[in-house]
């Protein structure tokens, strides 16, 4: 069969559209893990399998945190979660899909504070990945807080953005922005001026409505281009009701603008954005009754986009 990644192969970045070597536009579907540290079951083939032949996905985030429960930097095995992106990475690559590497910032909503630790861990798995197109890094999650102004998000990825390409030098970046990657509009007047990068913006459908569409209308009007890395259709504290009418809201954007877009999460945790059943064990090839309603709802889109 011929895999998405077959078909696109490396890709780039030109206005505000990611693209292949063609210029043809390149539009990344799919899934982000939950914490790596704390599902680390759904990183196997069978289930990215089943999200690329089944579903339709063509792109998987792996998300490591950094601060949470078991995070990189809180006490987290280390070296346990690098062999699982690694897993994960070549996962996606035996199987033609994307892959982002998410540097899982949230309580540390200043990317500064780990700083140090983000370049050695992205200089090493750029090293490690060096020769691996397929791969794209998320340099910080969601930067927020008081004080966790766009400079301040622009100064890290000033830093790190180079470490990552000195070893991988075409490779993709996604960067968060303000607010819990919201504010686009504030990198789209003062932009990185790096090439290949795109700017995250997350939004949760029952929490975020016209505003952040607005807000993601004036930014790619602007000239920054955008990926949706991280979204879900619940509120914004991954629970609580769905919002059917704003999700079509955001899939009419999305469509509009071929944005590419990252489900959260594929994982079987007790919360309205988990899209496996908490009642369900099955890391891969998953049914009609393994699947919450916001796990339906997303493999239906991902079939009517594939
Ligand atoms: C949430 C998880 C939840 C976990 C929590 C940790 O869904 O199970 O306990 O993190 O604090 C984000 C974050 C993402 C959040 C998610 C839902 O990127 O880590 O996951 N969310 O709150 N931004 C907006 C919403």
């Not at 990825?157 to 990657?181: D, F, H």
């Not at 955008?226 to 259709?233: A, G, L, N, P, V």
Request: with cysteine; hydrophobic share 40%; proline share 4%.
């Amino acid at each position: 069969m011929t895999t998405y990644f077959d078909k696109h192969g490396p890709l780039h970045v030109s206005g505000t559209q990611l693209v292949d070597a063609n210029g043809t536009p390149v539009q990344l579907r799919g899934v982000s893990t939950l914490g790596l540290a704390w599902y680390p079951e759904f990183v196997n083939e069978a289930g990215f399998r089943t999200l690329r032949d089944d579903w339709g996905a063509n792109a998987v985030r792996l998300a490591m945190y950094t601060q949470e429960e078991g995070g990189y930097m809180t006490g987290g095995d280390k070296a346990g979660l690098e062999a699982l992106i690694e897993k994960g990475v070549g996962i996606c690559r035996d199987l033609g899909m994307y892959v982002i590497v998410d540097w899982h910032i949230l309580s540390d909503g200043n990317p500064e504070i780990h700083a140090d630790a983000a370049e050695d861990f992205f200089r090493r798995m750029s090293a490690k990945f060096a020769a691996e197109p397929h791969v794209l890094y998320e340099i910080c999650n969601e930067p927020n807080g008081a004080g966790v102004t766009w400079p301040v998000v622009k100064g890290y990825a000033q830093r790190i953005i180079p470490v990552i390409r000195a070893n991988a030098p075409k490779a993709v970046v996604l960067c968060g922005t303000p607010n819990w990657s919201q504010d686009v509009d504030l990198a789209a007047a003062d932009p990185l001026d790096i090439e290949n990068v795109m700017y995250s913006l997350h939004f949760y459908a029952a929490t975020h409505k016209d505003g952040l569409r607005d807000k993601a209308e004036a930014a790619m009007a602007a000239g920054a281009p955008i990926f949706i890395d991280e979204f879900s259709i619940c509120d914004a504290s991954g629970d609580g009701i769905l919002d059917y009418d704003s999700a079509a809201a955001w899939r009419a954007l999305i469509q509009k603008h071929g944005l590419s877009y990252i489900a959260w999460s594929l994982s079987n945790r007790d919360e309205s954005a988990a899209l496996i059943r908490a009642d369900s064990a099955k890391t891969s090839d998953w049914g009609d009754s393994d699947l919450t309603e916001t796990g339906t709802w997303f493999r239906n889109v991902l079939r009517e986009d594939k």
